[in-house]
């Protein structure tokens, strides 16, 4: 098996534009196998558009993004997520007219060499109110359960690395838990995910690492200690 430093996923002065903007300036991003990454940062500093680059949703301008040396700047949404990457967006996104279960279905994919296959039945042990649900068509359920839906769905995808767009946003704090539950069992099966969430709290109980952005540059790296005893770096870049 592959050593704990080995890295899945690398980005190498990454920039993206919007029309004329220039919103990333050259992210650096490496992601080894069985880490969970925070990209913190205020509104704004580009950790979205990095998602969105990524997966290929934003053309990259310039700049390097590989999978375990596989070059994907420029690739096609659909064969970035083949090739081990999956995306759970800021906007939540279900089939609303198919049930919780066989939304849950559309997401099953084979996993790629080295990454871990999930069952169903293990999304209903981390949310037992999808459970619940299964047989509920996923429209009619409220904003909370169908961003739920929204995390299993690609976990169902067995990526290699999970990109997750603040999943906890509007969520009561029984449901946060539960999320960051899962986020944990996800390192604990070796999952490399990243991770962009507000809530500081959680970010730093569930991170090995933590970057932070400010202006579409990445401008800390390290552990939640070390930014915890950074004050200056957190009222600087995060506080509000
Ligand atoms: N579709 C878009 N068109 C134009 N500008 C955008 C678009 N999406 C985001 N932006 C701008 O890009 C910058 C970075 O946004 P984003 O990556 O969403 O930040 P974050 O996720 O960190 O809040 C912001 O200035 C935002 O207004
Ligand atoms: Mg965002």
């Not at 946003?169 to 838990?177: C, N, R, S, T």
Request: glycine letters at 10%.
């Amino acid at each position: 098996m592959s050593t704990a430093a080995e890295t899945l996923l690398q980005v190498d002065d990454l920039h993206a534009h919007y029309g004329k903007s220039h919103i990333l300036h050259g992210v650096n991003l490496k992601v080894a196998r069985n880490e969970v990454i925070s990209l913190l940062g205020r509104n704004g500093s580009g950790r979205s558009t990095t998602m969105k680059a990524v997966m290929g949703l934003v053309t990259p301008t310039s700049g390097r993004i590989q999978l375990q040396g596989r070059e994907l700047a420029g690739a096609r949404p659909y064969a970035i997520c083949r090739a081990g990457i999956g995306y759970v967006p800021e906007e939540r996104e279900v089939f609303a007219n198919l049930t919780v279960d066989e939304n849950l279905r559309m997401g099953e994919q084979p996993p790629v060499p080295g990454a871990h296959r999930w069952r169903i039945e293990e999304m209903f042990d981390y949310f037992p109110r999808l459970k619940e649900r299964r047989n509920t068509k996923a429209g009619s359920m409220s904003g909370g359960e169908q961003q739920m839906l929204t995390m299993c769905r690609s976990l169902l995808g067995n990526p290699l690395v999970l990109l997750i767009d603040e999943p906890t946003e509007g969520l009561a704090p029984k449901i946060v838990a539960q999320v960051a539950e899962c986020i944990r069992d996800m390192h604990r099966k070796g999952v490399s995910v990243v991770l962009v969430e507000q809530k500081l709290a959680i970010a730093l109980k569930v991170s090995t690492r933590v970057c932070v952005m400010g202006h579409g540059r990445i401008v800390f790296e390290g552990t939640p200690q070390e930014l915890t005893a950074n004050e200056q770096l957190v009222a600087e870049w995060l506080a509000v």
